[in-house]
């Protein structure tokens, strides 16, 4: 059996987290490979709610073994109370949970730096969550960097301090004040706490899980159109959120990827700034945002909302390889007469069917086919015929225009609430 690879192909929070629990089952191992706690991956069952932020959406399942790769970035503080609540919920983490060696650490200064870069480009802001991701990836890339294995070194201390020391030149050069000396204790703390957790060489461990039929799932963060590469630059995350991304972030050959699961909403939202070329700034965009609870689970900012975005879906699903589309949360269009979808773009004057390289939007404007909406609460069913037609037709058409097929139709925020379109595929 390969690798599976289940990620986002929008601006993030299409519903990763529902759908690796709901997928757990059929796997032994979940590992996430990329981002960190600018993530905020929802899980609904039982009347719980519950959001991971650098912990694998696996977690809630009995035997599944969940991994945090090498590609992901750490901040022991925010894992810390990630595992404590699952603790007190339960769950037995110390079993469950493996950390890659190689996995970067987000220390207190590479917060304090997100935060002063973004200030300093006033306007211009990324509108960053503000978790040290941009810095900590600069400094994996910069080989500044400390990784997880080092806590356990006796010279990490000096390692600590001599990093710390270059972060506070920089800081000098902002007009930025801050107290490290509120931070660091719980950050240390933390790492106190952390040492007592099982550290693994994630690579090797599944390589040979690989080998001894172990089935695997890499579980992204973002969303394809968040990626450093090919994302809205500058408008984007600091890792490579697409499907090779899992390479990279645990260590498996491209040779040894299955199916590509992609997953996207029936609309499409955006938090943070950079290009949206289908956002509405009018009710319906307020319908949306209200009945999708269009909120960041991280920040809690209101999400951007518009409609669904045919050439954006398809190069994401051309640089994923994706094999199989889930769409999410069709239950939040209901009620609505129409419903639009862009199908290509008025770019410079010309029609165009593919995204550009830069898509600011007084550069493009989107051309939508309009279809039919439906009325029919779909928060209940529980067996796809159930359906509107209208429904229907839209998946099929954006199963057509991708040329992938629509496996599942997510209809509200709890495992229950997913239906399985081609049962021979999932
Ligand atoms: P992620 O980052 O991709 O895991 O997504 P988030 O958890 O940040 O955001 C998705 C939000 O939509 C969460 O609040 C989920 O509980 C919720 N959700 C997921 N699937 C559905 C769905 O099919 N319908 C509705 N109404 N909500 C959903
Ligand atoms: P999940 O995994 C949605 C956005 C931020 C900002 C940009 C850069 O829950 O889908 P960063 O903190 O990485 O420097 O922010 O990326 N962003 C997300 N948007 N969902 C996420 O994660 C995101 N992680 C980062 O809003 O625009
Ligand atoms: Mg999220």
């Known amino acids: ?140 890339t910069g080989r500044n960097g400390l990784r997880l294995g080092d806590i356990m070194l006796p010279t990490f201390k000096a390692k600590y301090d001599a990093l710390v020391e270059k972060h506070k030149q920089i800081l000098s050069h902002h007009q930025f004040e801050y107290n490290l000396n509120d931070m660091e204790p719980e950050w240390f703390n933390a790492v106190d706490q952390l040492k007592t957790y099982t550290q693994i060489e994630s690579e090797h461990y599944i390589n040979e899980a690989f080998n001894n039929k172990k089935s695997i799932l890499a579980e992204g963060a973002q969303g394809s159109l968040l990626d450093i590469d090919f994302g809205s630059y500058p408008f984007v995350t600091s890792s490579n959120t697409i499907c090779a991304g899992a390479c990279t972030g645990l260590g498996i050959a491209p040779n040894k990827i299955g199916k590509v699961y992609g997953i996207f909403k029936a609309y499409c939202t955006r938090v943070g700034s950079g290009p949206f070329p289908t956002e509405l700034f009018d009710e319906t965009g307020d319908q949306i945002r209200n009945n999708g609870r269009e909120f960041g689970s991280v920040t809690g900012r209101p999400r951007r909302t518009g409609w669904l975005d045919l050439p954006a879906l398809k190069y994401a699903v051309m640089v994923n390889g994706v094999t199989e589309l889930l769409m999410m949360k069709a239950d939040v269009l209901t009620g609505l007469d129409t419903i639009k979808v862009c199908t290509a773009y008025k770019y410079q004057g010309e029609t165009i069917n593919y995204l550009p390289y830069d898509y600011s939007p007084e550069l493009l ?45 997510s209809v509200g925020p709890d495992r229950t609430q997913t239906l399985i379109r081609k049962k021979e595929l999932v």
């Open 1 to 140: 059996m390969k690798v599976d690879v289940l990620l986002g192909l929008q601006w993030g929070d299409e519903g990763k987290g529902k759908i690796v629990d709901v997928l757990t089952p059929k796997y032994d191992i979940v590992g996430r490979f990329q981002g960190g706690p600018n993530a905020g991956h929802t899980l609904e069952f039982n009347g719980i709610k519950h959001v991971l932020r650098t912990i694998p959406s696996g977690i809630f399942h009995g035997n599944s073994i969940n991994i945090i790769g090498n590609g992901v970035v750490i901040d022991p503080v925010v894992l810390m109370s990630e595992i404590e609540a699952l603790i007190k919920m339960g769950v037995d983490v110390r079993s469950k949970l493996l950390f890659s060696k190689r996995a970067h650490l987000i220390l207190p200064t590479h917060r304090l730096l997100d935060a002063a870069s973004e200030a300093a480009k006033g306007k211009e802001k990324i509108g960053s969550t503000l978790k040290g991701i941009g810095p900590t990836y600069m400094d994996k």
């Open 365 to 409: 404007s989107p051309i939508y086919t309009e279809m039919k909406g439906w009325d029919k609460d779909l928060t209940g069913m529980n067996d796809i015929n159930q359906i509107p037609e209208s429904l229907s037709n839209y998946i099929d058409f954006i199963e057509k225009e991708t040329g992938v097929p629509i496996t599942i139709v």
